[in-house]
């Protein structure tokens, strides 16, 4: 995570997408880990990332099973306020300007375009 953070840093992006980026990320592997690796440590998670100065692509694969992201309700509903799942994929979704899975749902694709500075 630490050559991630650099990497984005060296190349000028905003501290608040850094910031964003992180919590992004840092979601993903741990999703990886307690869902999809059931907290196995004999499963591994493997991360790539490519970070350029107008795009960041981290992919987050694990050894599980994988899942269907359709699957995951609505956790602003209010019936889903008070339940804690759910919310990691949205916050993903919401610091990254793409994220997707591949078909059998094991690995994500989190891409964040920079935005070009105004004039």
Avoid at 94 to 115: P, Q, W
């Amino acid at each position: 995570m630490d050559d991630l953070l650099e990497q984005l840093g060296l190349h000028g992006w905003d501290p608040s997408d850094i910031f964003g980026i992180h919590l992004a990320v840092e979601e993903a592997i741990v999703n990886a880990i307690v869902h999809g690796n059931k907290l196995d440590p004999a499963k591994t998670v493997h991360v790539r990332c490519s970070v350029s100065p107008a795009l960041a692509l981290i992919e987050v694969t694990d050894a599980g099973a994988g899942f269907d992201p359709a699957s995951i309700p609505d956790c602003t509903l209010e019936e889903r306020l008070e339940v804690p799942s759910g919310r990691g994929v949205m916050l993903m979704r919401s610091f990254m300007t793409r994220i997707e899975y591949n078909a059998r749902g094991n690995s994500v694709l989190l891409e964040k375009r920079r935005e070009p500075n105004p004039g």
